[in-house]
């Protein structure tokens, strides 16, 4: 079974683990606030009776992981086993070995947003590298994959039952009220960060060059181009409108492809928040169902 695990990918869930853990026990655990998903689970633990985060952490994800492997495929769940083994790990360091902001324990806000901060753009890394701490962030990335839902909010809905419990558990409506910032303000980062560097352009353009931007773009840009048909309401002239998508990075590089051709064509961008397909996400999506 030929299992693609990319370097790139596993440096960057080491990354994300370092931040996510360091947020989870540097703000959350030392201000005696919990979390969202099966981490808060842990964090109420430790506060009720001084259970270490990092072991629950690990006993909880046990048999997500099944699920991890049953819906996810080969390559994917290795990037789970890792961002969870992973943060695991750095929970324990920094249970250990704490580092003392020597905030305010009164600051709460502050910390629920640093917390939230830290949390989010941990994740976010992660996620978007392929993989997932475990607990809630598999669920999470299996209804992205088969439904479409973002993650962040997903996330969100399962940390809003958790918050529940930590009011039951802890009967302290003020650590409740502050820890729902730090899970909303860490939802938001995560699908800040998923979004982030994917998002494209979308470029109509109209012009009576049409034919030779269509070819220029499928040979130097080796973009793929839409012709469609369309009408000039005021011109009252058919003429074919060209739709291509294209990363940020290659904007300028099609501007400047159009405007030798025809500098007098007609270009509107849109932006383009989500693209699957060959060029773009293909190989990512072969990864995620490959061994099934």
């Known amino acids: 079974m030929n ?38 689970i842990a964090l109420i633990l430790y506060h009720l009776f001084g259970i270490s985060p990092a072991l629950m952490n690990l006993i909880f994800n046990i048999p997500l992981f099944i699920i991890g492997y049953r819906f996810l495929g080969r390559t994917s769940f290795y990037y789970t086993l890792i961002g969870s083994l992973s943060s695991t790990f750095f929970l324990y360091l920094f249970e250990k070995y704490p580092f003392n902001f020597s905030l305010n324990k009164e600051d709460l806000f502050l910390v629920a947003l640093l917390g939230g901060v830290m949390i989010g753009i941990g994740l976010g ?20 994959k088969y439904f479409n839902w973002p993650m962040g909010r997903v996330i969100f809905m399962f940390d809003c039952l958790v918050l529940v419990i930590t009011y039951l558990a802890l ?8 820890t729902f910032i730090c899970v909303y303000v ?16 979308g470029a109509l ?48 590089r099609l501007r400047q492809l159009i405007h ?8 509107s961008m849109i932006e383009v928040h989500e693209v699957h397909g060959e060029g773009f996400t293909l190989d990512e999506n072969k990864q995620l169902i490959e061994a099934h």
């Open 3 to 40: 299992i693609k695990l990319k370097a790139g990918n596993i440096f960057m869930i080491l990354i994300g683990s370092v931040i996510f853990s360091f947020g989870i026990i540097n703000f959350n655990m030392a201000y005696h606030l919990t979390e969202g998903g099966f981490t808060g």
């Open 125 to 144: 890394i992660i996620l978007r590298a392929g993989g997932t701490t475990g607990g809630v962030d598999i669920i999470a990335r299996v209804t992205k």
């Open 171 to 178: 009967g302290d409506i003020r650590i409740t009220l502050y």
């Open 186 to 201: 860490g939802g938001q980062i995560i699908d800040t960060v998923q979004d982030t560097g994917y998002t494209a352009r």
């Open 205 to 252: 353009i109209i012009s009576e060059q049409y034919q030779s931007i269509g070819d220029a773009i499928n040979t130097v840009l080796e973009r793929g181009v839409t012709q469609i048909s369309a009408h000039g309401h005021y011109s009252n002239i058919e003429r074919p409108m060209l739709y291509c998508v294209v990363p940020k990075n290659e904007i300028t």
């Open 260 to 267: 030798a051709i025809d500098p007098h064509a007609f270009v």
